[in-house]
């Protein structure tokens, strides 16, 4: 078996569950003994649009005249972003010998196009999420060029990785890509030696991105109406939403410990001190198709999940018996949950659940093991 030369194309300014998922597949792929070219686009920052010029780099900017019903000026940072990576990828990828192109993200997927065509290489992109969809989400006017460029992206890649059954099922129907060039890549976690253990009163988490999809706030309105005497709340993260999150905690003198945004190793150590992990979220397009790590974590460190029931991930939830998956997510919902477990022996049989569906089944060596699978069809 020859060995296989991996082109490994990474964005590095994607949110934390991006940078575990490109982080662990990085790591896998080498521990399989392939050669991984590693290359991380770089970001565009302001000071790099003072210094060429706005004339001179929108003469260079791609077509995107051809896909856009709307104002260039709205999104130029965007544009200025992809042309810089671009140019970056095809000066530092004209030497390299490679096998087979792996893109992480759909836009990153879409940049590589040319190099795919170039080379004739297989191209498989690794989709963590729809862009199209969570830039709607979040109220960007450019929301569907983003779903332009996965349109195309997903028809013209060789083979198309996603993280849930549910994207699939989205992806094949709404965009027409044929169902066997589809693979669900679930995401992952490691199992912890550190795990939680029933105490009262009861440790209640949220650790994860302050971003709308995350629905923080419903965190806020839980922990304000709980009975403290059985539970003590702690938050962790940042995001786009960190200023009005803590606004708010202060303000209401909402009887939330802010932990800040701990590194990931030491936050898994912290999981391990408390009993319960919390998931709100929205339940549109973005989160009906997501997998969020974070709700592996909160497992793998044996805390049961109280969550909505959505996506691939709220089945989880309910058929392993790891957690509460919600139908009706109302602050309600989640104290009634919460008084659920309160039950020592109801707490122990979802902790232990979580911790085992993790070591069986939602490990990174399993889920990743479609990855494997094709790598090794190329190398043969």
Known sequence: MKTMRILFVHGTTGGLGDTIRVDTI?????????????????????????????SKTLTNLLPFHELRPFSLRDSILR???????????????????FNVIL?????????????????????????????????????????????????????????????????KEHVARHFKVPDDKIHVVHNGAEPQNLKAKFSHPLKVIYAGNFAYYERVDNYLEIAKKANQADFKFFL????????????????????????????????????????????????????LVAFPIKVLDYMSC?????????????????????????EDDSTESYLAALETLKRKAEWKNKSNNGIQTIRTEYNWNEVLSPLRNLMTQYSR
Request: glycine share 8%; charged share 25%.
């Open 236 to 287: 962790s993260g940042a995001g786009a939403m960190k200023k009005h999150i803590l606004a708010r905690i202060k303000r209401e003198k909402i009887p939330i410990k802010y932990l800040g945004h701990v590194p990931r190793p030491m936050m898994l150590n912290i999981l391990s001190e408390m009993q319960i992990g919390i998931a709100p979220s929205t339940k549109d397009l973005a989160r």
């Open 103 to 167: 893109a992480e993200t759909s836009l990153v997927g879409w940049l590589t196009l040319d190099i795919h065509k170039k080379s004739s290489k297989p191209l498989i992109v690794d989709v963590h999420g729809l862009a199209g969809a969570e830039a709607k989400g979040r109220n960007e006017r450019s929301w569907h060029l983003k779903e332009l460029l996965e349109a195309e992206i997903f028809n013209r890649c060789t083979h198309l990785l996603v993280v849930s059954y549910k994207m």
């Open 302 to 326: 044996g805390l049961p999940v109280i969550t909505p029931n959505i996506g691939d991930w709220g089945k989880m939830i309910e058929t392993k018996n790891c957690g509460v998956a919600l």
């Open 26 to 54: 990085l790591k896998f792929l080498q521990k399989l003994g392939f050669n991984v070219y590693n290359v991380a686009l770089p970001s565009i920052s302001p000071r790099y649009i003072r210094r060429q010029g706005v």
């Open 79 to 97: 544009y200025l972003e992809f042309n810089s990576a671009r140019n970056f990828l095809d000066q530092i990828t004209r030497n390299l010998d």
